[in-house]
């Protein structure tokens, strides 16, 4: 799998609204979010190995932040059609076997992947309160290695948000993965 770069957003763009199911049977908007402080809107994917190697790392962010105002969300927006594994019925599969504490989402046409300038698996984007763009990249320092992590970059941009921080948009590093499988 080549390694492709999330690119440059501008921070403080508005959070893209959409209107997606779910792998749980329902169907969610950026309102079904409305109640949070902090949103985390996460492009993922089932087959990547980047989206696996940091899988546990989302769910024990989604678990550690659960008391807190903080909704974390997957969106997959493959080609389902050339990637069988990326399929709705496998997202649900792997939203169970994971047992994802956040909603597992279906962008079928790209069209929100395309909204948000998603270009990679996992591409990370989180939002204020106002539901502008606060942080825009990596979950931590080393995707590949889980033990050799020194700076959970994600982790602290929620951090920050939670204590009325706006994160450093100096200490933004791209997020790294596979490129989103566009039709």
């Known amino acids: 799998m080549a390694l492709v770069e999330s690119e440059d957003v501008e921070l403080g763009m508005d959070a893209p609204d959409f209107e997606l199911p779910a792998t749980d049977g329902d169907t969610y908007s950026l309102d079904s979010f409305e109640e949070s402080d902090v949103l985390v809107v996460m492009f993922i994917c089932n087959h990547c190995p980047y989206v696996k190697a940091v899988r546990g790392r989302l769910i024990e962010l989604a678990e550690d932040f ?3 105002s903080v909704d974390l969300v997957a969106i997959n927006p493959n ?4 990637y069988p594994d990326d399929s709705f019925e496998r997202m649900q599969e792997i939203a169970d076997e994971y047992d994802y504490p956040f909603p597992y989402l279906r962008d079928e046409s790209q069209e929100v992947a395309r ?6 698996t996992p591409d990370i984007f989180v939002f204020d309160e106002a539901r502008d763009l606060a942080y825009r990249g990596r ?3 080393n995707w590949k290695e889980p033990d050799e992590v020194t ?5 602290l941009a929620v951090e920050a ?23």
């Open 66 to 68: 659960e008391d807190a």
């Open 79 to 82: 080609d389902a059609d050339e």
């Open 115 to 120: 909204e948000y300038g998603a270009v990679c």
């Open 139 to 141: 979950v931590d320092d």
């Open 151 to 155: 700076r959970e970059d994600l982790r």
């Open 161 to 183: 948000l939670l204590e009325g921080d706006q994160p450093d948009p100096d200490e933004q590093y791209p997020s790294q993965g596979c490129s989103i499988k566009w039709k």
